[in-house]
């Protein structure tokens, strides 16, 4: 079974600051798809940015970039310019499909919060 | 609008009581995710359908059942309602190919009193 460690509860950082968030997982296969979704006060499940294991170039999304180290299992965030509105609760995701028949594994979530 | 719709967005029910959950996918997503996520803690797979199939199995209590109608729809009950049912239900559906990704329903609160 794969698992999803998110090593940190709690971050809080400066308004316009870098933060990172670390993510690491563990499987089996060679094949999966990361995901880090973001959870603000409303409650809504967001997605912020997906990798394909098969990639080798991290992706990235405006302020947010991935960090993907296969080998060692590793899938952090980055935010960069950090923005009140980045406050939230983010979890780090597993799937082993792109078919759409295979569940999200999340992992235990990091809570952070944007200081102004 | 993230195209899954779930309803009712709140429910307020007694101990021992029985509620359905309902959820309708962003269209053309063959399978349906629900997740349960207590106060302040992550997401707990319960089960998922795809193309109306029972596909995987979490942490779902006996008391729980769900299902997947052919005009994929799905619905989750829970039964015996204990206090410890109290949480936010998310019902996720997902694509394939260049449509491939999880989308989540704003959930359902359930607070059982």
């Known amino acids: 079974a794969q698992t999803v460690t998110q090593s940190q509860p709690e971050m809080s950082v400066q308004e316009a600051e870098t933060v990172t968030l670390s993510c690491t997982y563990d499987?089996?296969?060679?094949?999966?798809?990361l995901f880090w979704y973001k959870q603000p006060p409303s409650r809504q499940m967001i997605l912020v940015i997906r990798?394909?294991?098969?990639?080798?170039q991290n992706a990235t999304e405006n302020r947010f970039s991935v960090n993907f180290q296969k080998a060692a299992k590793s899938f952090s965030l980055k935010i960069s310019d950090s923005q009140l509105g980045d406050t939230a609760m983010y979890f780090c995701?597993?799937?082993?499909?792109?078919?759409?028949?295979?569940?999200?594994?999340f992992g235990t979530g990091t809570r952070l919060t944007i200081i102004p | 609008d993230s195209g899954v719709t779930q309803t009712p967005k709140h429910l307020i029910t007694a101990t021992g009581q029985r509620v359905t959950l309902r959820c309708s996918p962003r269209?053309?997503?063959?399978?349906v995710y629900w997740y349960q996520q207590s106060l302040d803690q992550g997401l707990q797979f319960l089960i998922q359908?795809?193309?109306?199939?029972?596909?995987a199995k979490g942490n779902i209590l006996e008391r729980f059942s769900a299902q997947q109608f052919p005009d994929l729809h799905s619905e989750l009950n829970l039964s015996s309602l204990e206090l410890g049912d109290s949480a936010l239900y998310f019902c996720?559906?997902?694509?394939?190919?260049?449509?491939?990704?999880?989308?989540f329903g704003s959930g359902t609160r359930l607070t059982v009193v």
């Open positions: 269209s053309g997503d063959l399978s």
């Open positions: 990798q394909e294991a098969y990639k080798q």
């Open positions: 359908y795809y193309n109306g199939e029972e596909r």
């Open positions: 996720a559906s997902s694509g394939q190919g260049l449509n491939y990704g999880y989308t």
């Open positions: 499987t089996s296969e060679n094949n999966y798809y």
């Open positions: 995701a597993f799937s082993l499909s792109n078919f759409g028949n295979e569940k999200l594994t």
